[in-house]
């Protein structure tokens, strides 16, 4: 299965969350191959604490932003 994301990179852990939660969620997926493909852009929501600042009031912090990405994957 292939779902893209509007992100500007995707890590093998958060593929395997996602796909994790697929199987649960749809057993016929369990051990199928999932593969995230970001569309690498500059523009969303950040998903990892990468060095850059927290955006403050009023936008998701990466945990949030990550939490947001798998939940509407799966």
């Known amino acids: 299965m292939i779902i ?9 852990e958060l593929n395997d ?6 199987g649960r969620r749809i057993p016929e997926l369990a051990g199928r191959p999932v593969f995230l ?3 690498h852009t500059h523009a969303s ?7 850059y600042p927290d955006p403050g009031v009023g936008v998701m912090s990466a945990s949030e932003g990550r939490e947001w990405l ?3 994957a799966v």
Do not use: K, W
């Not at 893209?4 to 093998?12: A, G, L």
């Not at 969350?17 to 697929?22: G, P």
């Not at 929501?45 to 060095?51: Q, T």
């Open 17 to 22: 969350e996602v796909a994790a939660r697929l």
């Open 70 to 72: 798998v939940a509407h």
């Open 4 to 12: 893209s994301c509007d992100q500007c990179y995707v890590t093998r």
């Open 45 to 51: 929501f950040m998903i990892e604490e990468v060095g």
């Open 37 to 39: 493909n970001p569309t």
